[in-house]
């Protein structure tokens, strides 16, 4: 210290321990810190042991307790004391959530769990493989795929009850750790690390799956809605020539409106100009089709669009467990109507579901009047013969729902 100020120092000074000791003791008191003992230990463990329910990194553990140790002024000890403390914190504590996750287990889901790790001769994988497999890409060539995991996992022994009261992140970090090893190397660990680790693979591989089949429902219904508005495109194109015809038959009545000439002549005289058009029964049906679409309405295509996707989109429903705010207990109550209806039945009863569930641009698709509201929806509605005859034909007897297409589309 007298060299770095510059000053003349004397002689090197030598102190015995007992007065460096004092020394360091008088340090401790000016600075307000307590020195390393048993209450400082005390914290430090009682600290240690609450981090290594949730973490299991030594790391943490051990910032946690060089916190908890500078909040309440305590000295810190060697790096070596803290790591040999956190290392018992963290032995201890998963030690005991270990067998306590096993022991909420029945004899029947450890033997299943342990079916897991049993390595095929043939293929030299194991159904633990599997389990760590990534679930693949959201598409409708995977989804049955998915859907077949997603019951396999169901048939599995259900981890939301014996991982209840372990902290997700902790759950997260054993999954990392069973994913990073095979199956013959998982058979090494001691019973409780190796069904509760397993326990946590099953619990993210149902997430996962839970997560890929609603992108699943979410890809396939705005498939649905993307081909519908190409339909309606294609239609306008197609649509010119008729456009044509109708104005060109306006645009003659007008003019036989417009002449001084008795009523009876005019109205033989537009009959004359419908005639030359179709026919009024044939102006009147290309009229209505025209305004079906108005507002650039793609949904009158969508029953076309919707016929090869029902079945998957039924399942989807079927399997995922909707939940929402309470402004959409009506949508979820129309999703319940759809797959508990009978299948024989042509009419759906929403009760319950309130009046505007549905935007009003669907009314006149799925009722049969204007006063059925969403008490009765008719799920054939504008079906031509020949859909019907294809429905008939199709291998689920049912036939496509336009209904059902409307609820997946909104939720």
Known sequence: MARRMGAESGSNLFFPDRTLYRHRQAILKRLEVVSWGTEARALAQATMQRTAQARTD??????SAIDALIRHGFELPALATLRRLAG??????????????????SPAQQAVLETLLVVDSQTQKSPFANLCAPPGRASRKNLNALIDRYQWLQGLPNPATALQLIADAKILQWTNEARRLNALELREYITPRRHTLLMAVIHDARG???DELTQMLLRLTRKVEWKSEQRLTEWYQNRRIKTDAL???FHDSLLVHGLEADPVQKVARVETVFAAQGGHEALVQSCEEHLRHEKQNWRPFARAVFVPLRSALIRLVEILPLQGTTAADGLLRLAESLTSEPSHSDHLTMDGAAPNTLPREWH????????DKLAFVNRRKDATPADLALQRRS???EGPSFAELLQHRLH
Do not use: F, M, Y
């Open 58 to 63: 030594p790391a943490d553990i051990i910032n």
């Open 88 to 105: 018992t914190a963290h032995s201890k504590i998963n030690a005991a959530q270990w067998t306590e996750v096993c022991g909420r287990l």
């Open 208 to 210: 996962q799956v839970l």
């Open 247 to 249: 104005i060109r038959a």
């Open 364 to 371: 006149d698709l799925v009722h049969d009047h204007a006063s």
């Open 395 to 397: 291998a689920d007897p």
